[in-house]
């Protein structure tokens, strides 16, 4: 079964601090895609990063980082000296491809609160 | 390029009623999918298409349904409307169906 896990409901820091938002997932596939996803106030899903299960490659751009780790099922991002313009619901997802390519599988999203 | 197009972006409707969403993709993308983001819910998929194919559904009941057409535009249609229907309904779009962009959704409220 697929399944996207983000543990941390809300999260809230400090502006300038790190912050690691928590992703794990379960599939039977072996070829998937991961994403993350911002989802600002406004509603409209951002697209931040998508990682294929043959990659694991850490990815740095910016301040945002990502840690891919098969071994474990997670795929963990960070922000780094973290900014009040960083307050959003952040998303992990999960595609398979397949027959059920196309379709994302997300977690439930963790707020994160950046206080200046 | 211009992004993902949602009409309406607000919508309120009364039980027993039908709507239809509307999706514009970004130009040349042929694979549209729908999500309905609930806060009980989340965000569920509910489908996709892709060359005018339904290629995956989701677990939703019959009154949900869509439609793509040869120019990539999609829409959704929900019949028979209820008080749980109300949500924030995404579309995405994406050159493959692997990749995918979202569109600013559309807030329907059934009263």
């Known amino acids: 079964a697929q399944k996207v896990t983000q543990a941390q409901t809300e999260i809230s820091v400090v502006e300038k601090e790190d912050v690691t938002l928590d992703c794990v997932y379960e599939?039977?596939?072996?070829?998937?895609?991961l994403f993350w996803y911002k989802q600002p106030p406004s509603g409209e899903l951002v697209f931040l990063i998508r990682?294929?299960?043959?990659?694991?490659q850490n990815e740095i751009s910016g301040r945002y980082s990502w840690n891919f780790q098969k071994s474990t099922s997670s795929f963990n991002f960070t922000i780094t000296a973290s900014q009040v313009v960083d307050s959003a619901v952040y998303f992990c997802?999960?595609?398979?491809?397949?027959?059920?390519?196309?379709?994302?599988?997300f977690g439930q999203g963790t707020e994160l609160s950046v206080k200046p | 390029k211009a992004g993902v197009t949602q009409t309406p972006r607000y919508l309120i409707k009364t039980r027993g009623q039908q709507v239809t969403l509307s999706c514009s993709p970004i130009?040349?993308?042929?694979?549209v999918s729908w999500y309905q983001q609930t806060p009980g819910q989340g965000l569920q998929f509910l489908f996709e298409?892709?060359?005018?194919?339904?290629?995956n559904k989701g677990n939703f009941p019959g009154r949900f349904s869509g439609r793509q057409f040869s120019n990539s535009r999609s829409e959704m249609n929900v019949s028979t409307l209820e008080l749980g229907d109300s949500a924030l309904y995404l579309c995405?779009?994406?050159?493959?169906?692997?990749?995918?962009?979202f569109g600013p959704g559309t807030r329907l409220t059934v009263l």
């Open positions: 599939t039977r596939d072996t070829t998937y895609y």
């Open positions: 990682r294929n299960s043959f990659d694991e």
């Open positions: 130009s040349g993308h042929r694979s």
């Open positions: 997802a999960l595609s398979e491809l397949g027959n059920q390519g196309g379709k994302l599988i």
């Open positions: 995405a779009s994406g050159p493959t169906r692997v990749e995918q962009f």
């Open positions: 298409y892709f060359s005018e194919t339904q290629r």
